[in-house]
């Protein structure tokens, strides 16, 4: 079965750096968009960054444009999120996501909180 497990987050002062890992298993990993979402406490899910299976196109949210970076190993069936410059506002937990064969799949979430 379709399966991510997500890594990485935790407390961060504002302007340092995380990165998160999600490693997939269960389909063909290097076949599929995949996405990173977040969910701050009484807000909507909201999409973070998208790539492309091959890894050549990337989108951003708005508010992450220019601090936030995607990337993927299909080799290692694994993505990744390079958070940089991060704010109080990034805090939330951070999901990554794929629609496999018409269903949406997600992680458990891995918390990041930017606090002073």
């Known amino acids: 079965q379709v399966q991510f497990v997500e890594s990485g987050g935790g407390l961060v002062q504002p302007g340092g750096s995380l990165r998160l890992s999600c490693a997939a298993s269960?389909?063909?990993?290097?076949?599929?968009?995949m996405n990173w979402y977040r969910q701050a406490p009484g807000k909507e899910r909201e999409l973070v960054a998208r790539?492309?299976?091959?890894?050549?196109?990337?989108t951003y949210g708005d508010s992450v444009k220019g601090r936030f970076t995607i990337s993927r190993d299909n080799a290692k069936n694994t993505l990744y999120l390079q958070m940089n410059n991060l704010k109080p506002e990034d805090t939330a937990t951070y999901y990554c996501?794929?629609?496999?064969?018409?269903?949406?799949?997600w992680g458990q979430g891995t918390q990041v909180t930017v606090s002073s």
């Open positions: 790539i492309s299976p091959g890894g050549g196109v990337t």
């Open positions: 996501n794929a629609r496999v064969l018409g269903t949406d799949y």
């Open positions: 269960g389909f063909t990993f290097s076949s599929y968009h």
